[in-house]
Every structure is written in C-alpha cells, then in structure tokens.
Nanobody
Framework: QVQVVESGGGLVQAGESLRLSCTVS????????MGWFRQGPGKEREGVSC????????YYADSVKGRFTISRDNAKNTLYLQMNSLKPEDTAMYYC??????????????????WGRGTQVTVSS
C-alpha cells in the first residue's frame, strides 16, 4: 500500500521560511517524478514545483521562482520544498504527489498516480 505523508507546515509571518517534507512508502521512489501542489481558500489546486526521478529536471511556478527550492533524497524516499521569503498569498494546503511521468506532473494536478493528504501553510502579514 502506497503512503504519501507531508509534514512541515505551520503558521509563519511574511518573509520567514518553512521546509516541507514528503515521505513516501510502498513504491520504488526513484522511479517516480515528485511534485508539490497547493490549494488556497476558494482557489483551484495549482502546481508549485516538480522534480524528475533523477532530480536533473525541475519546474517552478512563476509565483515561486527564486523563493522556493525543490529537492529529493532517493535514499530516504523523501521530497523537500524549501520555502523562503514567504508571502501571505502562499497561504494554502500543500500537497505532495507522485507520478511515473514528469511531463504529466508539470502539466498540472490531473490524474496523478498518488497524493498525500496535505500540510497547511499559513503566512500572516
């Protein structure tokens, strides 16, 4: 049984940092592209950042470029998202997803293989 578990969310002030983690079990982690998605209040789920199974390809939404960094540790079956210079508009539930196809993940949060339940990030002004 595949499990995808996010952690690291919380309440911070604008300008501060958070590091999200996503631990995966039940699949061959280094055979999957991984990604972070978010859904703010009253908004649709959107892509934040993705990384290929080797880590040599990454994608960032324009809204987070230069502030967020995605990484993975295949030995630990763990995905990370370092979020710096957080803004109130970053407030959302952040979800981790796994899929066999990096291009499909970059295309958006549609029909991806596995999802976590999310971790809440709240940024106060």
């Amino acid at each position: 049984q595949v499990q995808v578990v996010e952690s690291g969310g919380g309440l911070v002030q604008a300008g501060e940092s958070l590091r999200l983690s996503c631990t995966v079990s039940g699949l061959t982690f280094d055979h999957y592209a991984m990604g972070w998605f978010r859904q703010g209040p009253g908004k649709e789920r959107e892509g934040v950042s993705c990384i290929s199974w080797t880590g040599d390809e990454t994608y960032y939404a324009d809204s987070v470029k230069g502030r967020f960094t995605i990484s993975r540790d295949n030995a630990k079956n763990t995905l990370y998202l370092q979020m710096n210079s957080l803004k109130p508009e970053d407030t959302a539930m952040y979800y981790c997803a796994a899929d066999r196809h990096y291009a499909r993940m970059v295309a958006g949060p549609f029909d991806l293989n596995y999802w976590g339940r999310g971790t809440q990030v709240t940024v106060s002004s």
